[in-house]
């Protein structure tokens, strides 16, 4: 049995647009300064705000997310992130309300149920603009909506100095709340929103010299060093049951990077995370040696196709892909000897001409498609895939021809949400759907089912199913495309089935090469 001592503090808020993500870049800035290795994660379905994140850190979070996964299965992505990246905090964003999950009306899949799944401290993002005493209303609500809140303290955003010295002592004789400080409004932080969320890292300009400036401002109006020691009286995170174990006899050991174990050398408040396992316990990773044939997999990779869960990319890498990025942008080539394709989500519509004006990867990736090369397309990669994608500017752009039908601008947002999704095989796997273009052929070979309530509806185009060798079940259709968003571990085998699909591709391909038709 493992189980580590992981210094982490989840920041939330009463509602969207409160500024998490603002105040999450800030603290991940502020504690990196002080050589502390963060880590992030960001709960729920959400792409773009982990980006930012990577931008702060240089290295990938990950989805935390209690509909996609188990609470034990919650706590291992936390605690293997963690150990993996030595982190010395972690620190994860919530998504919209605290308590707001599933429907509407359930705190299902919320930012509370990954506090209480991963007891973690929630610090609350509060924007006091246009309110005073209230806030201290609303915080108290807050503090007592659950009898195990996880709330421990408030943040102040979007308010001036002299309105944080009011209000604050307020705010803690009424709830009891301590406030960590305030973030004042600035232009020179501000990070902009659009359709699907905030303007992506690379489209925000300056944004390193941004989040410098949002750093320094949080040093001097936000108690860094006391939401570290918050952070560091969070419960041990176990490697299954609950997260509250009892604390194990014996030394701590840190877990290097290498997988091997030092002692401690003090007691510093700045330490890597602290690992415990018991004499029988096997080590956290032990190496393959074996030499595996890994099957080289093409990423689109660019601004236009940027929505991808990490947990999905290196659930592929650890079933033997090999990923490979490519630009449908910029490359005029698919990458070498690739026997599958990811074309992800993002912003196609928004570089539409780009797209179309290049029509060597265009007329490629079409080719592949009809000679039957196993592809995931998800949202803005299959809207890619049809014969014509109205671009943002109201312009139809000609794109890759395998769907044989206009993509468009629809009427709003659609089909917006967690969908459990159904294969004709009967593969079932969980994703999301949130877009606001749409399709004259969506497909209706899967099916959708909301996690509430009674609504399905039939999507996702996909090419005849394979049987796995030797196994005699199902492994996975070669083509699968379509708007829902995908997490490949809440079903490990539609990845591994894929795969599949992609090794009998290139098998194929290879025999076809050697054995050339007269």
């Known amino acids: 049995m493992t189980w580590i001592q992981a210094p982490r503090l989840l920041i939330g808020a009463p509602k969207s647009g409160s500024g998490k993500t603002l105040i999450t870049c800030g603290l991940l800035e502020a504690f990196a300064r002080r050589g502390l290795r963060p880590v992030s994660c960001k709960c729920g379905p959400d792409y773009i705000d982990p980006m930012f994140h990577k931008y702060v850190l240089g290295i990938p979070g990950r989805n935390l997310d209690s509909f996609f996964l188990g609470e034990e299965e919650v706590r291992e992505a936390l605690r293997r992130l963690i150990i993996g990246r030595q982190a010395g905090i972690a620190v994860i964003e919530g998504v919209m309300g605290y308590y707001d999950g599933i429907g509407g009306n359930s705190d299902r899949a919320s930012t509370w149920e990954i506090a209480r799944m991963t007891a973690s401290p929630a610090v609350l993002a509060v924007d006091g603009r246009g309110a005073s005493l209230s806030v201290a209303a609303l915080l108290s609500g807050f503090a007592h909506f659950r009898k195990d809140s996880r709330i421990a303290g408030v943040i102040l955003n979007r308010v001036r100095e002299q309105t944080f010295k009011n209000l604050a002592p307020a705010i803690e004789r009424e709830t009891g709340l301590p406030v960590f400080g305030y973030v004042p409004q600035s232009g020179d932080y501000a990070i902009e929103s659009r359709h699907l969320g905030l303007f992506l890292p690379g489209e925000t300009e300056a944004l390193r010299e941004r989040i410098g400036r949002l750093a320094d401002q949080m040093e001097r109006t936000v108690d860094v060093e006391a939401l570290i020691r918050l952070a560091g009286r969070a419960e041990r995170l176990q490697e299954s049951g609950r997260a509250d174990m009892p604390q194990a006899a014996g030394r701590p050991e840190i877990l290097r990077a290498d997988g091997r174990a030092d002692m401690p050398q003090g007691e510093s408040g ?198 796995g060798k030797g196994r005699g079940e199902f492994a996975a259709a070669a083509q699968i495309w379509g708007f829902p968003h995908l997490y490949y571990p809440s079903n490990p085998q539609f990845a591994a089935g894929w795969l599949a699909a992609c090794g009998e591709f290139g098998e194929r391909e290879a025999s076809d090469s050697r054995n050339p038709a007269d």
């Open 270 to 467: 700045h330490m890597p995370c602290r690992v415990w396992r018991d004499r029988s316990g096997r080590p956290e990773e032990e190496a393959d040696t074996g030499e595996k044939r890994r099957l080289r997999i093409g990423v689109a990779r660019d601004e236009a196709f940027c929505f991808y869960y990490q947990e999905n990319l290196e659930l592929l890498e650890q079933m033997g892909a090999e990923l490979v990025p490519f630009s449908p942008l910029r490359d005029t080539a698919l990458p070498e000897n690739v026997c599958g394709l990811i074309l992800g989500g993002g912003y196609p519509e928004n570089y539409a001409a780009g797209l179309a004006l290049n029509e060597a990867m265009r007329e490629e990736i079409g080719a592949a498609a009809r000679a039957g090369m196993p592809m995931l397309a998800e949202c803005g990669g299959f809207l890619y895939l049809h014969r014509t994608l109205e671009g943002s500017d109201g312009k139809d752009y000609p794109m890759a021809g395998a769907v044989d039908a206009a993509a468009f601008r629809g009427a709003g947002l659609s089909r917006f949400g967690y969908v459990t999704l159904t294969s004709p095989e009967g593969l079932e796997i969980r994703g999301h759907e949130f877009h606001y273009w749409d399709s004259g052929s969506p497909g209706t070979d899967w099916e959708a089912k909301k996690p509430s309530g009674d609504r399905k509806w039939r999507c996702m185009r996909q090419r005849p199913g394979i049987r």
